[in-house]
């Protein structure tokens, strides 16, 4: 049912005598008197309530709470500080800063104008082609203050398709979104295209004839719109313009540039001054900022969008990183293997891989008398081929066969992003050939081991999500899968951390659980995923001899723990800030001598701490201790070691330590050397020496 027919139905209901009777989400009962509305259930609740309401769900619709409501409806009052609410809060603020321009701007355009993650966005075409400046941004949000104050209603209409296109005879952008509305109603309902935020495809497929509806602020302010909205804009306020930017009407690039302004809205003063606190921080650490401030890697023109190159101490830190990961997978019992980054066509149609991921793989070139090869996507076909290579058996099994292996994706230039959106990346992937019977326990291993994993690195607030079998068309029995998607929810659940169920969004080849991770700063990233996967070794034709003695097909997990080397690399800069912990840090001490006469001093300190195995270089004398000591600070070594006079004679150093302003002084050598050597173990692993010492936490100062 389409919220304009709980429209007509409050209508209906609404005229006749008596009390109308709606029930909460509790499963308890409000009579009300008819015609009573979602405001009034608010009111007749609580006041505090009665604030902050902002819309209905009206039987599973969002309705405005000024919508009558029909006798036995089940409601719930959505209040503004819920995803649901913010979502209105900036669809409605979205509304009042297209008034805001088109007042500013007589004769301007508007095009679309939907809520988005954390904000709103609305496109404009302005007269004479005048483009926005950011200056014009604190003119346009006084506009919107004024029309805040106001306390403008949004008032709802329903018109036809030729009403609508007279009431925006002017706005071309409009129009074309009214016309959309009057070919889905007679197509498939799915002509809303870009606009889709803004029409309700259901309202048109389902009333054939087409109608728009439209919200009305002030007599010369109207937007189509299907809502739902706030009840008036005294409801908003909490809000801020961010940016200008282009965008192509309908996100086409045939089609005209438009000039987008983005804005974020919130419930509260408290809750936007919060988000643009995290922006600020996110800032801060923006992994390609740093990257270029630390030396760490770079993405010269000359190679090409998305291709980066790493430097010495960006080279060092992934080093570190591989090498971390290989000794760990070395004590998981994986054999390591290596796959070339090309191969012929045919390997990648057995696959499936040019049927499904062709858009995501570099065109391919043409060598050997017309024979194409392309580069990989990805590296499980040549794994398989390595499993298919002889004939196994079930005593070979689990096999685990991995591999830094690089592949290459043609991502659109418009979507490349530092490290975290690459064309050129490592995966440090795996894929695990198993009995049926070893499924379970393989996966249970294999989540402790990612988690163990990610949890050296300092990542360890997470939470899992299981993606289980789409609807429609999946390869494997219905046996299979359920086993598969079982296992993982046991194993997903038995490790005590929250699990969302993304029911239906699992591949049609197999159910999967991937690790979400949320860094220093609360932000969620997407890093480890296990894949269960019924479709390539019947593709491939995989099997082995069981004790039976007979032929059987073996499971297939594909997991990659960083996922791409690039992309975890990314994230640890921006989790750290760039003050990565002592066991991954490129220099982990630095000497300062204070004058030149202490040089000598400097060499000797220097030379006992890379006897213990450590990173670490001297500064010398030739510029003053205060600007050595800020360069030091900036580059985030963890141990600054400044060494003077009184240092010389007793064998001592005065320690900075990263992130603290108060120096200690007179710390002997041998003191600060098996303190930095402590820092510097992670995992269980003494770096320096690659000893195993307990118990293995990782120290960071
Ligand atoms: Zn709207
Ligand atoms: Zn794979």
């Not at 014009?136 to 398709?161: K, N, S, V």
């Not at 643009?276 to 993405?299: C, T, V």
């Not at 980066?308 to 090498?323: N, Q, S, T, W, Y």
Request: contains cysteine; negative net charge.
């Amino acid at each position: 049912m389409t919220s304009d027919e709980h429209l007509q139905r409050a209508h209906d209901t609404g005229t006749g005598a008596g009390g109308i009777t709606v029930e909460l989400p509790d499963g308890s009962r409000r009579e009300l008197e008819a015609g009573a509305t979602g405001a009034d259930l608010a009111a007749a609740i609580g006041r505090r309530l009665a604030k902050d309401a902002i819309v209905i769900e009206l039987d599973g619709h969002l309705v405005d709470l000024g919508l009558p409501l029909p006798d036995g409806a089940k409601v719930r009052i959505v209040t503004a500080a819920s995803d649901e609410g913010r979502h209105v809060l900036r669809h409605s603020t979205a509304h009042v800063l297209a008034q805001a321009v088109l007042g500013l701007w007589p004769g301007a355009r508007f095009a679309i104008g939907p809520p988005i993650t954390d904000g709103f966005y609305y496109d404009f075409d302005l007269p004479g082609g005048v483009r926005f400046s950011d200056d014009d941004l604190p003119r346009i949000e006084a506009a919107m203050r004024t029309i805040i104050a106001e306390g403008q209603p949004f008032e709802r209409a329903e018109l036809t398709i030729s009403e609508g296109l007279e009431l925006f005879a002017d706005q071309p952008f409009k129009r074309e979104i009214i016309e959309g509305v009057g070919a889905a109603a007679t197509s498939d309902g799915s002509a809303s295209g870009e606009g889709a935020p803004l029409l309700d495809p259901e309202l048109a497929a389902e009333t054939g004839s087409g109608a728009v509806t439209t919200y009305r602020n002030t007599a010369t302010f109207v937007d189509l719109c299907r809502g739902p909205h706030v009840p008036s804009t005294s409801r908003l306020g909490h809000f801020k313009l961010m940016r200008v930017a282009g965008a192509y009407w309908r996100g086409d690039e045939h089609n005209q540039q438009l000039q987008r302004i983005y804005g974020t809205a919130w419930e509260s003063a408290e809750a936007l001054a919060a988000h643009l606190h995290r922006l600020e921080e996110a800032e801060r650490r923006d992994h390609r900022k740093l990257g270029a401030e630390l030396d760490l890697f770079s993405f010269p023109d000359e190679i090409g969008s998305g291709l980066a190159v790493f430097h010495p101490k960006g080279g060092l830190i992934r080093r570190l990183m591989e090498d971390y990961s290989r000794r760990r997978h070395d004590e998981a019992g994986y054999e390591f293997v290596n796959t070339p980054h090309i191969t012929k066509s045919d390997l990648f149609s057995t696959s499936g891989h040019l049927d499904w991921f062709a858009e995501g793989m570099f065109p391919p070139m043409e060598l050997d008398d017309g024979q194409a090869y392309y580069l990989k996507p990805m590296n499980c076909p040549f794994h398989i081929l390595i499993f298919r290579s002889r004939q196994r058996s079930y005593r070979e099994l689990p096999l685990r066969l991995f591999e830094f292996g690089s592949v290459y994706r043609y991502e659109k230039s418009g979507v490349v992003h530092g490290l975290t959106r690459v064309r050129g990346m490592t995966q440090d992937d795996a894929h695990i050939f198993c009995t049926r019977e070893q499924m379970a326990d393989e996966l249970d291993s294999l989540l402790n081991f990612v988690l163990g994993l990610l949890r050296d690195f300092g990542l360890d607030d997470f939470y899992l999500e299981l993606s289980t079998r789409p609807e429609g068309k999946a390869v494997g029995s219905d046996e299979e899968w359920a086993e598969a998607t079982e296992a993982l929810r046991r194993v997903a659940s038995s490790k005590g951390l929250d699990l969302v169920l993304d029911e239906g969004g699992g591949a049609f080849y197999g159910p999967k659980i991937s690790v979400q991770a949320r860094d220093a700063i609360g932000r969620t990233w997407q890093m480890s995923t296990i894949q269960v996967d019924f479709q390539l070794p019947q593709r491939f034709g995989l099997e082995y001899v069981g004790s039976d003695n007979t032929r059987h097909r073996p499971v297939m997990i594909h997991r990659a723990l960083f996922g791409s080397v690039e992309r975890f690399f990314g994230v640890l800069v921006e989790h750290y800030a760039g003050a990565f912990p002592t066991w991954l840090a490129p220099v982990q001490a630095r000497v300062l001598p204070l004058r030149s006469d202490h040089e000598d001093y400097a060499a000797e300190v220097h030379a006992a701490l890379r006897a213990a195995g450590l990173r670490v270089d001297v500064d010398s004398a030739s510029e003053p201790l205060g600007a050595r000591i800020r360069r030091g600070k900036m580059e985030k070594v963890p141990y600054l070691l400044v060494v003077g006079e009184s240092d010389v004679a007793a064998g001592t150093v005065g320690v900075n330590v990263r992130g603290s302003n108060d120096p200690e002084r007179d710390v002997p050598v041998a003191d600060i050397v098996e303190r930095i050597s402590r820092a510097a173990v992670v995992g269980g692993y003494d770096q320096a020496s690659g000893v195993a010492v307990s118990p293995g936490v990782a120290v960071a100062p």
